[in-house]
């Protein structure tokens, strides 16, 4: 449904600039999962940047999860060999769409993730990276190199992959100004972990930015297109509302329409289904069922706003776990809500749901 993209090219434009300024080589765009960030990378960003005479490379860490290297070393090679056809990005940039479509298709099991089985790289490894890097930007010219990498937070999710976070870095640095990078994140626990904490490489080495949420222009360009284009109308609240309990997330928005338009369902029919979609594609009912007693407890009460080291949480530790109610359990249970990727705290002390859709599944199931 590439026709149902929703340009957010002023915003491109804002983070382009901000590399224009020279104030900073490297930026990272942060938001939970399924916020419409690789889609906006590949086609609102990267486009905007070939034009501004940047050679855009992506990269997702994610294409193998426990070789996050081999992901950054293809994305170059595919950059030499397009330059070596003397071809132009776009058609490089499109495959990267069609490929990120069609794997957010596969709703039947869960997107891994973690590494289960992570693989150290090599010194030679990590050297070809380098080489490839030098060979791109040879070829490059005057043009400035852009290296858009995704899921730029995995590096922090094991010490296996600390030679790459390090070599990374070290080539980042060596070539200030003639390369440059714009990284997402998913998980701000983990992207705190790799750009906020001092022994890490990246520490103070990149300025980080929330990915906005998209808001009611989205939705009215959304209803134009039911009525312009299928015939189906509908009223802006009903949206509202669905795009609110779907996490205000783009991607479950589409599929909400895909129903509506496909099985002409109503907006709550359509809301219904996809709630149920949500549920399998990120397994809350086994993310339940791997929470302990307290660490569901305090989820839900971070969910509530409520602070997990008041007197009642405490109290509500105590008679409803088999924990005592005390900062140790409560900071253990934290660490683990954090390291699973549920919530997330910012340097201010704040926390964030980062899947609040499993608050609604808890609720519905206790």
């Not at 996050?68 to 776009?90: M, N, R, V």
């Not at 089985?117 to 030679?124: D, E, L, M, Q």
Request: one cysteine or more; proline letters at 5%; hydrophobic letters at 40%.
């Amino acid at each position: 449904m590439r026709e149902w993209h929703y340009p957010r090219n002023d915003l491109a434009r804002q983070y382009l600039g901000l590399l224009e300024l020279g104030i900073t080589s490297s930026l990272a765009i942060t938001a939970p999962r399924r916020r419409g960030k690789t889609l906006f990378i590949l086609q609102d960003l990267a486009p905007l940047a070939q034009k501004s005479h940047y050679i855009p490379v992506y990269a997702s860490l994610w294409q193998n999860i426990n070789a996050p290297h081999e992901g950054l070393a293809l994305a170059l090679k595919e950059a030499i060999a397009a330059l070596d056809k003397k071809a132009t990005f776009s058609r490089l940039l499109k495959a990267r769409v069609t490929k990120t479509t069609i794997s957010n298709e596969l709703l039947g099991k869960m997107e891994v993730e973690f590494s289960n089985s992570p693989s150290k790289p090599t010194s030679a490894e990590l050297a070809e990276l380098d080489q490839l890097l030098s060979a791109l930007e040879e070829k490059a010219g005057e043009s400035t190199i852009l290296l858009l990498i995704d899921e730029v937070q995995h590096l922090a999710t094991t010490s296996q992959f600390d030679p790459l976070a390090h070599a990374l870095r070290t080539m980042l640095d060596r070539r200030q100004g003639r390369v440059k990078s714009i990284f997402t994140g998913s998980s701000r626990h983990y992207l705190n972990l790799l750009l906020n904490e001092s022994k890490s490489p990246f520490y103070h080495f990149v300025e980080q930015h929330d990915f906005p949420d998209l808001d009611e222009q989205f939705i009215n360009f959304l209803r134009a297109k039911l009525a312009n284009d299928h015939g189906i109308a509908v009223a802006i609240q009903p949206l509202m509302k669905a795009f609110s309990d779907l996490d205000q997330s783009p991607y479950w928005m589409m599929k909400l329409i895909a129903r509506m338009i496909t099985f002409k369902a109503t907006t709550n029919e359509a809301i219904d289904h996809v709630l149920l979609l949500m549920e399998a594609a990120e397994d809350f009912e086994g993310v339940a069922s791997r929470l302990k007693p307290i660490d569901r407890l305090i989820f839900q009460a971070l969910c509530e706003g409520a602070n997990p080291f008041s007197q009642s949480i405490m109290a509500r530790v105590d008679r409803e776990t088999k924990l005592k109610g005390v900062q140790p359990n409560i900071q253990r249970a934290i660490r683990r809500l954090s390291e699973a990727g549920l919530i997330s705290q910012s340097p201010k002390g704040r926390y964030n749901i980062e899947k609040p859709g499993l608050k609604r599944y808890l609720q519905q199931s206790s």
